[in-house]
């Protein structure tokens, strides 16, 4: 009888369990799933009381937004500028973390303390002292500019990302590593960068998404020439109100980058979330 009872409590969690991350899959795919579907639809559907309800398919929001604009040239800005992000981000700020990790020295805790509090600053204050600087030296509208805009505010994230992966692999690898003749810096690539890859993998999509996804330093430090995709999606906004078809089918073209790079990683994805214990 006690393990009937046993068994059929743990059906139930699992039940249980189940049940509220289907509930939880939903909460986060309708958005998802409510803008995919609009962006197939006519304006006159679109403005259907039931979101839902049946249409009639049509690609014209898509020819808009690929033929009759520059989106194209737009989803390539985004692309160069975040991908050269990551990089530069995730290079300096895992050897940076290495540091953190492994050597002690004056100021160091300050040091740290300090880029933490960096990644704490609303970027929006930041926004105007930024575009003074990058006027002053001719960067405004250049890739440049805005990919050290990016790297400012992401590679503090990416340093207290991949830290407790270094502070978790045993000293000993490195001191077996440095007596059989291999300089610091090679341990360091052979040894630590090997072992703390799920830790890179996840500060890098990150890095990857937080870049891709940026508007407000776009918006200010970017001019006609470099405008990315989120800001080519606000320019929807006509004279008469927003071009709903418009936007949601941008806003489509803009997710198939991030889910086909979340899809390709996931495994490290789930992995160094777990390692690095975030929620």
Not at 36 to 63: E, M, R, V, W
Not at 114 to 138: C, D
Not at 177 to 187: P, T, V, Y
Request: aromatic share 14%.
């Amino acid at each position: 009888m006690l393990n009937k009872d046993v068994s059929k409590w743990k059906l139930n969690k699992k039940t249980i369990f189940y049940f509220s991350v289907l509930i939880l899959l939903l909460i986060e795919l309708f958005p998802i799933v409510l803008v995919f579907l609009t962006s197939f639809k006519s304006q006159i559907a679109i403005y259907n009381s039931n979101p839902f309800s049946s249409f009639i398919p049509t690609l014209d929001n898509y020819k808009e937004v690929l033929i009759e604009r520059t989106f194209l040239i737009n989803l390539k800005n985004s692309m160069i500028i975040a991908l050269v992000t990551t990089v530069i981000s995730v290079v300096f700020g895992v050897m940076a973390s290495y540091s953190f990790a492994r050597f002690k020295f004056k100021g160091d805790q300050k040091i740290g303390l300090a880029i933490l509090a960096s990644r704490m600053i609303p970027p929006i204050t930041l926004s105007v002292p930024l575009f003074l600087l990058m006027r002053k030296v001719s960067l405004l509208d250049t890739y440049l500019g805005l990919i050290l805009a990016h790297v400012s505010f992401i590679m503090p994230y990416v340093i207290w990302m991949t830290l407790p992966f270094f502070q978790g692999i045993p000293k000993a690898y490195e001191e077996a590593a440095l007596i059989d003749g291999c300089s610091r810096f090679g341990a360091f690539l052979k040894i630590f960068v090997p072992l703390v890859a799920p830790g890179l993998v996840v500060s890098a999509t990150f890095s990857f998404l937080f870049s891709w996804n940026d508007f407000l330093y776009a918006l200010i430090l970017a001019g006609s020439e470099l405008k990315t995709a989120p800001i080519v999606v606000s320019g929807f906004i006509g004279q008469f109100g927003p071009k709903w078809g418009a936007m949601t089918a941008a806003g489509s073209l803009i997710l198939i980058p991030i889910f086909i790079f979340a899809l390709i990683l996931q495994k490290y994805i789930i992995s160094g979330l777990a390692v690095g214990g975030i929620d």
